[in-house]
T-cell receptor, first 117, second 114 residues
């Protein structure tokens, strides 16, 4: 079945540095990828939707300049947390939808736990 | 706006016990409804889905029925196993987004002991 690989699974970084998280669809082409953020004991919150070759669409309240999303190919999307601060510490999860655009074709990565110290 | 409310966990059960995880939703129109499961160290996996009122989704012994009148989509399983221990997320996809997005509940951790 469809597999989405997310890397790294966890990362610790210093305040003020930037961190890049990769999301790859391994055996299918993903025209659309989604980035979520999850705080402890809270829902997954959609941060942005990225479409291959175009700018990401950010949800209300998500800072575009802090969370840079790039979807340069049909198999790779990246989320870069710029100038990270402790409040950016969270669990980030990506998902990808296959090229057919099936309603049920959402495949999730295993998530990245970011800790900013 | 659209939202999903599910019971807080953890839910702790003995093997072969009956499971119910409650989920209610708020949405405009008729959303599609989903249950996702996340096993330790893995990504979310679609467990089952329902797209219209009175539909019953089922998979791996789990069932959930789309109840429009009570805006609910409770997850049930007649006899849980230790291997069912995971976090379960209820989610909806709003029709006013063209079913493009997913709105999740907070997740419910299930712990099954032998």
């Amino acid at each position: 079945g469809a597999v989405v690989s997310q890397h790294p699974s966890w990362v610790i970084c210093k305040s003020g540095t930037s961190v890049k998280i990769e999301c790859r669809s391994l055996d299918f082409q993903a025209t659309t990828m989604f980035w979520y953020r999850q705080f402890p004991k809270q829902s997954l919150m959609l941060m942005a939707t990225s479409n291959e070759g175009s700018k990401a669409t950010y949800e209300q309240g998500v800072e575009k300049d802090k969370f840079l999303i790039n979807h340069a190919s049909l198999t790779l999307s990246t989320l870069t947390v710029t100038s990270a601060h402790p409040e950016d510490s969270s669990f980030y999860i990506c998902s990808a939808r296959d090229e057919a655009g099936s309603l049920y074709g959402y495949t999730f990565g295993s998530g990245t736990r970011l800790t900013v110290v | 706006g659209d939202s999903v409310t599910q019971m807080e966990g953890p839910v702790t059960l003995s093997e072969e016990a009956f499971l119910t995880i409650n989920c209610t939703y708020t949405a405009t129109g008729y959303p599609s409804l989903f249950w996702y499961v996340q096993y330790p160290g893995e990504g979310l996996q679609l467990l089952l889905k329902a797209t219209k009122a009175d539909d019953k989704g089922s998979n791996k012994g789990f069932e959930a029925t789309y109840r429009k009148e009570t805006t609910s989509f409770h997850l049930e399983k007649g006899s849980v196993q230790v291997s069912d221990s995971a976090v379960y997320f209820c989610a909806l996809s709003p029709p006013n987004t063209g079913f493009q997005k997913l709105v999740f509940g907070t997740g419910t951790r299930l712990l099954v002991s032998p």
